[in-house]
């Protein structure tokens, strides 16, 4: 589909901060594509998440595990429906842990980290999420981003301010990014979603964004 000469490489974006791209194949895009469509529906389903300040975040979200509000987690869709949030599957805290291994090139047999949270960001064609801090977790494991459909310009900071130095790095459907360790309360976001650009197999308008977390709070 964009017919470069030479495969993408993985990069070590920041030290602890690794973008893996197409790490996904099309099948295994397919079955989380499916399952983000059950997620969605209600209870506690796709909904759109509004700020302290009254701002309306432009990227529709579903959690799995706990719930995500700003700023804060629950066990129930406090800024929602008020159901109880869905259970994170076991599959999905596997996969988790391949993709850390994968990564940061663990060794075989390594127990890996406990995912417990997954947040679920639906994009169109003119959603952002601006600069923040993965801040509410008492971990400090790894975090694990996923990507499916529309590619994107995921911009990756520094720990101090949502200002420079930041990498820009083109996320595409498959691709794995982690960011742990010295990076893992990084700023991060994302500027920019590239409309049209998802694989045509997929059946994808939009980007979505799996986003796995340990949350430690018992």
Same mark, same amino acid.
């Given at each position: @589909?964009?017919?470069?000469?030479?495969?993408?490489?993985?990069?070590?974006?920041?030290?602890?901060?690794?973008?893996?791209?197409?790490? +996904? =194949?099309?099948?295994?895009?397919?079955?989380?594509?499916?399952?983000?469509?059950?997620?969605?529906?209600?209870? /506690?389903?796709?909904?759109?998440?509004?700020?302290?300040?009254?701002?309306?975040?432009?990227?529709?979200?579903?959690?799995?595990? +706990?719930?995500?509000?700003?700023?804060?987690?629950?066990?129930?869709?406090?800024?929602?429906?008020?159901?109880?949030?869905?259970? @994170?599957? /076991?599959? +999905?805290?596997?996969?988790?842990?391949?993709?850390?291994?994968? /990564?940061?090139?663990?060794?075989?047999?390594?127990?890996?980290?406990?995912?417990?949270?997954?947040?679920?960001?639906?994009?169109?064609?003119?959603?952002? *999420?601006? *600069?923040?801090?993965?801040?509410?977790?008492?971990?400090?494991?790894?975090?694990?981003?996923?990507?499916?459909?529309?590619?994107?310009?995921?911009?990756?900071?520094?720990?101090?301010?949502? =200002?420079?130095?930041?990498?820009?790095?083109?996320?595409?459907?498959?691709?794995?990014?982690?960011?742990?360790?010295?990076?893992?309360? /990084?700023?991060? =976001?994302?500027?920019?979603?590239?409309?049209?650009?998802?694989?045509?197999?997929?059946?994808?308008?939009?980007?979505?964004?799996?986003?796995?977390?340990?949350?430690?709070?018992?």
């Amino acid at each position: @589909m964009h017919g470069e000469l030479f495969p993408r490489e993985r990069a070590e974006v920041a030290p602890g901060a690794v973008h893996v791209p197409d790490w +996904l =194949g099309l099948p295994r895009q397919r079955e989380l594509l499916a399952a983000c469509r059950e997620w969605a529906r209600p209870p /506690a389903g796709l909904r759109t998440v509004r700020t302290p300040g009254g701002g309306v975040m432009t990227a529709r979200q579903v959690c799995l595990g +706990l719930h995500w509000y700003p700023y804060g987690y629950a066990r129930t869709a406090v800024d929602g429906d008020g159901a109880p949030v869905k259970p @994170m599957p /076991a599959w +999905l805290a596997d996969l988790g842990r391949q993709a850390v291994a994968e /990564a940061y090139g663990l060794p075989p047999g390594e127990p890996g980290p406990a995912y417990d949270i997954a947040l679920v960001n639906f994009y169109e064609g003119d959603a952002r *999420m601006g *600069m923040h801090r993965d801040a509410e977790e008492r971990a400090e494991d790894p975090v694990v981003s996923l990507s499916l459909g529309d590619s994107c310009v995921f911009r990756f900071g520094n720990t101090v301010s949502r =200002g420079r130095p930041y990498h820009d790095v083109e996320l595409r459907s498959g691709d794995l990014f982690v960011f742990g360790g010295p990076a893992r309360r /990084a700023y991060h =976001g994302v500027p920019k979603v590239l409309p049209g650009t998802a694989p045509p197999e997929l059946g994808l308008t939009g980007r979505l964004n799996i986003t796995l977390r340990v949350g430690g709070l018992g």
